[in-house]
């Protein structure tokens, strides 16, 4: 029986972070819960956020669910995530100017050249082209789990578009809104200064030919996209426009918006728009999305884009286990957070243990993502499990396996009242002139009992993450 | 050998468009196989964008017209001064590793044909003469013939038709030379077409394949050679679209026609 780490409760004891919540939970009776379960909804539903499903059909407009009970780091804790984070992220932006230039890692035989060079994720496009301030990765999204009091492993790094920040911003305000008093008797460092931070971030790598204030704006790829509630909600707190791809077109050097007060010159563009899309005249010819002509104003220094086209080669899943050397090459310092150990099923030997021990392992897609493609193994039926060996074996060098972790669980509300869920984090760190992180992060958490899979897609809902002043 | 290039593109819109936006791919770089003389590019109407040299080593040009406008008209003209390095493109600047051109794209997709083909290169003993093999078996199994396949075409529909023209030599070739783990592209660039019967296109495609020690080798399977003098290299791809001289979209409802002309002479003949 695999034990889990509960980050409220430890040996029968309360842990330091929530102790005050003990008795924020004792003085809530079951219909008063209720009560504010019905009304945080009715927020949320107000202000719109939801999330769409792909491919699951059903309501796409379904509403994440929202869990009350926080999620609460000691600031300790956090000094040494953040640390860890931040050094993540550098290492990763470091990774992609190398690739992107003179491929010193692949050279060194720290990483194999076909992971690299040989990844749909490679843009040709761009190789010998340095974006200012040299960051490929603008918003870095690095999914965290956690399995002892201080055992944290990275589960996979998001360096082009990861989506979820506006939760971690509106799960704040509405608890904020509905529990102003836990925020008089608990001191939790504040997260809504994110919008403000990305904004500068984006500002910061403003182009050479940029002479004056930069004007950045949203890339969109439309309200049919799962995650246009947080474009939008992006753009309206950053004070930006939000824009798709028919706002934005290209004259000469540079790219304009159309404006009511003619066209605008444009400096930054924070897409959420894949590679793919973004230019026709580069990329697919026939994605109605982009901006023809974009990439040339792009490589000739007339426009940001930000992350970076070419910026997924650095995670992919099959890359990830590189990741620690990547810190080690470019840093020269041992990284402070931990990988999974991990198998590529187009390893010959480590395809053989993958086989023989499937019904212990996590195995995923290597360009899967949102937990489709999946399999997890003591989770799923001795069908199941040879159904996936099947696809395995078709195509080893599309999988990677894990070992299941022992996800740790805080406090959740459930029917029967309080109980330990799976949980896991995502914190967005901002790379630009500066790298910065705002103390808190995405909280994701299975509600399904015994689960292990938080993706909201997959039944997972969300929760306020805290971090304290001390 | 001095080759002249002039080469008039003229597109056309049945109704006006509201405007064009281009990158070009319209200007030869610098190897010990070319000299650019001189060269000058013109769009009517067109403001040029940004221009820089890609990773290719390519020079690479943006141009956009403001509309409504119901023709454009991209003119090349210029003097290359040319040199047979029987194909080997020696001193050309770039810094994308040939490794990325074993992707393979949608027209250059391997299938049961095509594997078959690319089997002819097994057993040479060396990559050059692997590569010399498949070029070979690629103009034995596709014979040039204008007017049956089309720019959609892919190296396999090409191979199961037995005829195309030098973009299906070229893809096909792409393909096999992937397939013997040789990296392999797609150029684009002009051909000197002599008097002497062979069937040629003016505008030209040829396959590059990528052998270690010796660099990137031009094969011409259309015409059973490496490129030599009479070629003028524009830039490389991992397939037609991808090194097209030009690509292009047109704002607005208009259809679009096409029209170009392509000359290419010795000029000291």
């Known amino acids: 029986m695999t034990t889990y780490f509960n980050e409220m409760f430890e040996n029968g004891a309360v842990r330091a972070p929530y102790r005050r919540l003990e008795d924020w939970t004792r003085a809530m009776p079951a219909e008063l819960r209720q009560m504010k379960q019905a009304e945080a909804e009715a927020l949320f539903r107000r202000i719109g956020i939801t999330f769409a499903v792909y491919g699951e059909g059903g309501d796409p407009d379904r509403l994440i669910p929202f869990d009350m009970f926080p999620r609460v780091f000691s600031n300790a804790e956090w000094t040494r995530l953040e640390r860890g984070i931040k050094q993540r992220a550098r290492a990763l932006n470091a990774f992609l100017a190398d690739v992107y230039g003179r491929g010193e890692i692949v050279r060194a035989g720290r990483i194999p050249s076909r992971l690299v060079y040989q990844n749909e994720a490679y843009e040709k496009a761009v190789t010998g082209f340095l974006p200012p301030k040299g960051v490929y990765s603008h918003i870095v999204g690095i999914d965290l789990v956690r399995t002892g009091p201080d055992e944290f492993f990275v589960l996979e790094d998001n360096c082009r578009t990861p989506s979820g920040v506006s939760y971690m911003l509106e799960n704040r305000e509405i608890m904020m809104r509905m529990f102003p008093d836990l925020f008089r008797e608990n001191r939790i460092l504040p997260v809504d200064g994110y919008s403000g931070r990305l904004r500068h971030t984006l500002a910061s790598v403003a182009p050479a030919k940029c002479d004056h204030d930069p004007t950045v704006v949203i890339l969109t790829p439309g309200h049919f996209n799962s995650a246009y509630y947080e474009h939008s909600f992006l753009a309206d707190l950053m004070g930006v426009e939000l824009v798709e791809g028919q706002d934005l077109f290209v004259e000469g050097e540079f790219v304009f918006m159309r404006t009511t007060e003619g066209p605008k010159r444009v400096d930054v563009i924070y897409r959420r728009i894949d590679d793919a899309f973004i230019d026709p005249l580069c990329f697919r010819p026939d994605s109605m999305l982009g901006v023809p002509g974009l990439m040339d104003v792009y490589r000739s220094g007339g426009v940001s884009i930000c992350s970076a086209p070419g910026a997924g080669v650095a995670d992919d899943k099959a890359v990830y286990t590189y990741v620690p050397e990547m810190v080690r090459f470019y840093l020269g310092e041992e990284p402070i957070l931990q990988n999974v150990p991990t198998w590529q099923c187009g390893k010959s030997d480590d395809l053989k243990y993958v086989l023989d021990h499937l019904a212990e392992l996590v195995v995923k897609e290597v360009h899967g993502s949102g937990g489709y493609g999946m399999l997890v193994g003591p989770k799923s039926t001795a069908e199941q499990v040879e159904a996936f060996r099947a696809r395995i074996v078709a195509d080893p060098g599309n999988y990677i396996a894990q070992p299941t972790l022992a996800l740790s669980t805080t406090p959740t509300f459930v029917n029967e009242g309080i109980a330990p869920r799976h949980v896991d984090l995502r914190p967005y760190c901002l790379v630009g002139e500066t790298i910065e992180l705002v103390p808190g992060g995405l909280t994701r958490v299975a509600l399904t009992e015994g689960s292990l899979v938080v993706n909201s897609s997959q039944g997972g809902g969300v929760k306020d993450t805290w971090v304290l002043a001390e | 050998?001095?080759?002249?290039?002039?080469?008039?593109?003229?597109?056309?819109?049945?109704?006006?468009?509201?405007?064009?936006?281009?990158?070009?791919?319209?200007?030869?770089?610098?190897?010990?196989?070319?000299?650019?003389?001189?060269?000058?590019?013109?769009?009517?109407?067109?403001?040029?964008?940004?221009?820089?040299?890609?990773?290719?080593?390519?020079?690479?040009?943006?141009?956009?017209?403001?509309?409504?406008?119901?023709?454009?008209?991209?003119?090349?003209?210029?003097?290359?001064?040319?040199?047979?390095?029987?194909?080997?493109?020696?001193g050309h600047k770039e810094s994308i590793p040939p490794e990325v051109y074993l992707r393979d794209t949608a027209p250059t997709a391997p299938d049961v044909s095509?594997?078959?083909?690319?089997?002819?290169?097994?057993?040479?003993?060396?990559?050059?003469?692997?590569?010399?093999?498949?070029?070979?078996?690629?103009?034995?199994a596709i014979a040039y013939r204008p007017g049956v396949t089309h720019a959609h075409t892919t190296a396999a529909e090409a191979l199961a038709l037995g005829e195309g023209v030098c973009q299906d030599h070229a893809h096909a070739m792409i393909s096999v030379a992937r397939l013997n783990g040789l990296p392999a592209r797609y150029v684009s660039g002009y051909l000197f077409a002599a008097a002497d019967g062979t069937p040629h296109e003016a505008a030209h495609a040829w396959t590059e394949v990528f052998v270690a020690g010796l660099g990137w080798i031009g094969f011409d399977p259309a015409n059973r050679c490496c490129p030599?003098?009479?070629?003028?290299?524009?830039?490389?791809?991992?397939?037609?679209?991808?090194?097209?001289?030009?690509?292009?979209?047109?704002?607005?409802?208009?259809?679009?026609?096409?029209?170009?002309?392509?000359?290419?002479?010795?000029?000291?003949?």
């Open chain 2, 114 to 140: 095509l594997r078959e083909l690319a089997t002819r290169g097994a057993g040479q003993g060396d990559a050059l003469a692997t590569a010399h093999a498949l070029s070979a078996a690629v103009a034995d």
């Open chain 2, 228 to 269: 030599d003098e009479r070629y003028i290299r524009l830039g490389s791809g991992h397939d037609a679209r991808d090194a097209a001289p030009i690509r292009g979209i047109a704002r607005g409802p208009g259809a679009e026609a096409l029209d170009v002309a392509v000359a290419v002479l010795a000029a000291d003949q």
């Open chain 2, 1 to 90: 050998m001095l080759l002249t290039v002039d080469h008039v593109t003229r597109y056309t819109y049945d109704a006006p468009v509201r405007g064009v936006v281009q990158s070009h791919r319209l200007t030869p770089s610098q190897f010990d196989g070319q000299t650019v003389l001189d060269w000058q590019v013109s769009v009517t109407d067109g403001q040029p964008g940004g221009r820089f040299r890609d990773g290719a080593g390519d020079w690479v040009q943006g141009y956009s017209v403001s509309g409504p406008v119901s023709e454009i008209v991209v003119t090349v003209s210029g003097r290359v001064e040319t040199r047979d390095l029987a194909g080997v493109l020696r």
